[in-house]
């Protein structure tokens, strides 16, 4: 079974809390969003392997460390989860990008793709799979399969906001990938939203509504 993580700094709960407001703006939305994403970010990649090397200082030569074996991969599904992309970037500068496009049909809340397209040598990289909302789960458990498919091995998802749902079904289709989220919220609407949540995402990131 995979890990749940909830990666509740205060500072994150306090970035939530305004970017949940109805009354904030798009661009405060989404610098907020690339805030929260550096700070979780940060907690991912706690564990990345570190070899010894050795320098040079200006007083004498020492074995030190740098992280080591697998390099890095950033994976949003679009729209939202490009939101999340530059926070992380800038910890992993050298990081690599893929995208999967994803949308949820409106009526049966099924994930239908519109795009895919990955760095040769994914299936050699650490996958960091990036989207704010894990709702049904459905669209986060499609674009991991398709991650999958390319041979990856090493696969996380990183969220903002969960639903129980959305949880338990990535689980349950992924008990090799662990989910890192900034809330768990309460349960689903009749629409399928996130309750509280934070509303679309994608239109609260790009102004589309
Ligand atoms: C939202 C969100 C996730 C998905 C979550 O995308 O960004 O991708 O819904 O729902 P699920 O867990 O039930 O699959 P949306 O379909 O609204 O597309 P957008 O990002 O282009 O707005
Ligand atoms: N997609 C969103 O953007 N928000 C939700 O609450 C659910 C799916």
């Known amino acids: 079974m995979s890990t749940f993580h909830l990666v509740d700094h205060p500072l994150i ?7 949940r407001s109805v009354n904030t703006s798009s661009k405060d939305f989404r610098e907020l ?3 929260i994403s550096m700070l979780m970010g940060y907690e991912i990649t706690r ?9 040079e200082t200006p007083i004498c030569r020492t074995t030190q460390k740098k992280i080591s074996g697998k390099k890095l991969a950033i994976v949003p599904i679009l729209r939202a989860g490009l939101g999340m992309v530059d926070g992380l970037m800038k910890l992993v500068p050298v990081a690599r990008v893929g995208h999967i496009g994803l949308y949820r049909d409106p009526q049966t809340h099924m994930p239908v793709t519109y795009y895919c397209k ?5 299936d050699k990289r650490f996958v ?16 991991i399969a398709k991650v999958k498919e390319k041979g990856c091995k090493h696969i996380v998802a990183m969220c903002l906001v969960a639903a129980p749902e959305g949880v338990a079904r ?3 289709e992924h008990p090799d990938v662990d989910i890192y989220s900034a809330a768990l919220d309460e349960k689903l609407n009749e629409n399928a939203y996130i309750v509280p949540g934070l509303g679309d995402a994608g ?7």
């Open 13 to 19: 709960q306090h970035k939530l809390t305004i970017m």
């Open 33 to 35: 969003l690339n805030e």
């Open 47 to 55: 564990e990345l392997p570190l070899r010894d090397c050795e320098i």
């Open 118 to 122: 990955m760095p040769p040598d994914i």
């Open 128 to 143: 960091i799979m990036v989207d704010p909302m894990l709702a049904t789960g459905g669209s986060m458990s499609d674009a």
């Open 170 to 172: 990535v689980q349950k």
């Open 203 to 209: 239109d609260r990131i790009f102004g589309t509504k």
